[in-house]
């Protein structure tokens, strides 16, 4: 999973809040609520809640999943 701060209008991309993105499907997530801050969670190296997280093994790549993904919806 990816997190992308806010961003204002006028920085070359599209504005918008902060989002998360699935490793798997490429949806982006919005995190309107609360500061536009990285959610504890992120900072902690977890995923969101109802999200899957998977390692490599030797822990050098991390993926999130959404429920969508990890339970074969999408």
């Not at 992308?4 to 209008?9: K, L, N, Q």
């Not at 989002?19 to 995190?31: A, M």
């Not at 822990?59 to 959404?66: K, P």
Request: contains cysteine.
């Amino acid at each position: 999973m990816s997190y992308r701060c806010g961003i204002g209008a006028g920085m070359g991309l599209k504005p918008g809040g902060p989002v998360i993105i699935c490793d798997g499907c490429g949806l982006e997530f919005p995190l309107d609520r609360g500061p536009r801050i990285p959610p504890a969670w992120f900072l902690d190296g977890k995923p969101p809640r109802g999200w899957r997280g998977l390692r490599m093994a030797d822990g050098s790549r991390r993926w999130d999943l959404c429920p969508g993904c990890w339970k074969g919806d999408r």
